[in-house]
């Protein structure tokens, strides 16, 4: 069979078609004719998804390059927009990628990648004195000069040792041999009276949630190097411990409301107990009240810092957003949320002033980049002027303030031009 020809149609001229044969084809030919046609956009739409999942399952497993406007633009497919006129401002662009790219390369890294003494800032210092000789004394080999005091030469020395070491420590005890009383030595000043030291909950809670070390694989590993710590020890020692980080958190939660500007995701999650509840009310006929289980990260960005929480069950982005502003100060305005365009990231009862992230819009469109290279050529030249123009402000360290009036006052013409933005006149 011949290969026919691949036209490309859009639904417009498809639907224009179909308008001018409907009064010339029967009732029954035109419903197959519109099926038909039909049939061929779904398929063409299922077969531009395929290839853009199977690309995004290749960039998971092998990695992907960056989104850079100068590898995108090189994609195979990406040269039928070549007869587009560059959007203003982007030749300037790719001059500073160039030049940025070529500093980055003709500067080294130092040093031979080992870390110096400075790098172990909590370890012990010890000082080991010459035994042999003082300053002053006479040098040994020319027998004439006078050594002096010079910079100690280091060394760093590691040992390997179980995560939670143990110390045991003998009493001396005298016994009254009249009265039988006893007389006990007292532990060393800093020895904690109860036999587990506190940084013992933190180092496990470090380690369980911190490096994902199950309690039972510890316990395995203490017992091999002969510091036996049971599993249901270490639960204890971590349970009695959470009341203080937990009011540490409540008090980051109050301090994040406050921020005037918050990002708020999700990330999906697997939770065994939670999953097994939502088995247990679907094997019982009922409804689990939510299928989906998330990991919310909400960054609230300060003057001073960053509070970064997290929150992980079945409440979407939103929902846990609005648990955090439900303590923010009554006095304050609104504050600017910053997120991906998903739904669920709006779906609690507050008010912010919403900032959908640019990024994850020009993602969607490097991903159909290949099925509309002219459009898409076209939107990511525009984007990398307004990013030049970004590049600018960060690198002279410009306010949120100066950087507003630098982009209207440099970048207002190409995006409300190109893109059809409506930007506020630059005020005196």
């Not at 982005?317 to 910053?338: F, I, S, T, Y």
Request: net charge positive; charged share 20%.
């Amino acid at each position: 069979m011949k290969h026919p020809e691949l036209v490309n149609a859009t639904q417009g001229e498809l639907d224009e078609i179909l308008a001018l044969v409907k009064t010339t084809l029967a009732a029954k030919q035109y419903k197959l004719l519109e099926g038909v046609l039909g049939t061929f956009v779904y398929v063409m739409r299922a077969l531009q998804n395929a290839r853009t999942s199977v690309r995004k399952f290749r960039n998971m497993l092998f990695g992907a390059s960056t989104e850079s406007q100068r590898n995108l633009l090189t994609l195979p497919g990406a040269s039928a927009a070549g007869d587009a006129a560059p959007a203003p401002g982007a030749q300037a662009a790719q001059a500073a990628q160039a030049a940025q790219d070529g500093a980055k390369a003709k500067v080294s890294a130092p040093g031979h990648g080992r870390n110096g003494a400075q790098a172990y800032s909590d370890s012990p210092i010890v000082q080991v004195a010459l035994l042999d000789r003082n300053p002053g004394d006479l040098c040994s080999e020319c027998n004439e000069g006078k050594v002096y005091n010079s910079p100690p030469r280091t060394l760093v020395k590691m040992v390997g040792h179980a995560p939670l070491t143990a110390t045991v420590y003998e009493l001396s005890r005298l016994r009254c041999r009249l009265c039988d009383a006893v007389f006990t030595a007292v532990l060393p000043p800093g020895v904690a009276a109860s036999k587990y030291d506190h940084s013992c909950a933190s180092m496990i809670a470090l380690l369980r949630y911190g490096s994902g070390m199950p309690f039972y694989r510890l316990q395995g590993l203490q017992e091999s190097l002969h510091v036996p710590l049971p599993d249901a020890t270490q639960w204890d020692l971590v349970l009695k411990a959470a009341p203080g980080p937990r009011a540490a958190f409540q008090e980051l939660i109050r301090q994040g409301a406050q921020a005037p500007l918050l990002h708020n995701d999700d990330t999906p999650a697997r939770v065994l107990s939670l999953m097994a509840e939502r088995t247990k009310a679907e094997q019982a006929g009922q409804t689990p009240k939510a299928r989906a289980i998330n990991t919310t990260g909400i960054v609230a960005v300060l003057q001073e810092h960053k509070v970064v929480l997290f929150f992980t069950g079945h409440a979407h982005a939103g929902e846990n957003l609005q648990k955090v502003l439900a303590h923010r100060a009554q006095e304050l305005q609104a504050p600017m949320q910053m997120s991906d365009a998903l739904a669920c990231n709006f779906t609690g009862e507050f008010k912010t002033i919403v900032s959908k992230c640019l990024t994850h819009g020009r993602r969607k469109v490097v991903d159909v980049l290949e099925h509309f290279p002219k459009p898409c050529h076209h939107v990511i030249e525009v984007l990398a002027h307004v990013y030049a123009q970004d590049a600018h402000c960060r690198e002279h360290k410009l306010t949120p303030e100066q950087r507003l009036l630098h982009h209207q006052a440099h970048g207002g013409d190409v995006e409300r031009d190109q893109l059809g933005l409506v930007l506020p006149p630059v005020s005196d």
